[in-house]
């Protein structure tokens, strides 16, 4: 009896933890990703939200000729341009975020809540611009795949020769593979089965698979459907005529490439409203800089695909 009276008299830990100092962390949003392709494209400033790619109207026109020492006849030629060339626009990922303004006066410590807010707004809307960058009906990567640059996968899983035929398709300094998490693991699995693993390299502190020393790069916004995804092969920048991204550059509020927050200011209500918007597009150079193996089998399963607004 005296043991217990003696325990009942010392201070209990839920009652000493009214005194203690939590450490806090910031809100923490599972569906931020590393965003590879982002940070692998090269990115280009375009005025006025235009980019116009020109593009020559028929190379098999521009004559040339090897003369012999005593022939002085040369070829006479130009180069024509395609009179229509493509535009392409700059699109918007926008949003508002409201705050109240009592929150943020009475709850601002240890973590700011305007600042917050915003980061994981900026966050979202990121992963967004990441999911265009693919998905887009206008500009995205799986919707300006030419038909000559698609092939189909024979066997099911992701093979060492599919990717060596998606090779042949970008074979001009292809700079990486772009694929699902699971297409890379199905890859990975199918290498082991036939006795070569594929190597691995270091990118970014990031350990990535690679294949004829190309990586392959994880995105989980490449669409898996009902088992079957799809595997690309990009060669990026303008001087090697590949994929480049596009961004408003000098905008009002600057955060980021093509990313903007503004104060909108204070309603009746005590609202601060911030207006967070990013501009990106995307552009294809040529056809051969981007190729795609379709109808990968990565399993029979019903992959979470995350809703984005």
Known sequence: ????????????????????????????????????????LPWIGVEAG?????????????????????????????VD????????FLSAVTTVVDVHTRVSDLYGSPHDQIKEQLRLTIETIKERQEN????????GLLNNVHPDQKISTLSGPPT????????????????????????????????????VP???????????????????????????EDGKTKILLLRTGESRQGVVGLYQPGLP??????LSVKF????????????VSLYCSLAVLTEDALAVLENVDVGKYHDYQPEYR
């Open 1 to 40: 009896m005296a043991e217990n009276q003696d325990i009942q008299r010392a201070l209990g830990d839920a009652a000493a933890r009214q005194l203690a100092n939590a450490t806090k962390t910031v809100p923490q949003l599972t569906t931020i990703t590393p965003r590879w392709l982002v940070h692998l």
């Open 50 to 78: 235009i980019y116009r790619l020109n593009k020559v109207k028929d190379a098999s026109r521009v004559l040339t000729a090897c003369s012999q020492r005593d022939e002085r006849d040369l070829p006479e030629t130009f």
């Open 81 to 88: 341009y395609d009179e229509n060339p493509r535009e392409y």
């Open 132 to 139: 265009e960058l693919l998905t887009n009906p206008e500009y």
């Open 160 to 195: 060492p020769d599919d990717l060596d035929e998606l090779i042949t398709k970008v074979w001009k300094e292809p700079a990486f593979f772009l694929a699902h998490p699971k297409a890379i693991a199905a890859f990975g699995r199918e290498c082991t089965r036939r006795g």
């Open 198 to 224: 594929p190597p691995t390299a270091n990118l970014f502190g990031s350990p990535f698979l690679t294949w004829r020393g190309l990586p392959l790069v994880p995105c989980d916004k490449v669409p898996v």
């Open 253 to 258: 509020g600057e955060q980021g490439l093509g």
């Open 264 to 275: 909108m200011g204070i309603s009746r209500k005590a609202i601060a409203s911030y207006l």
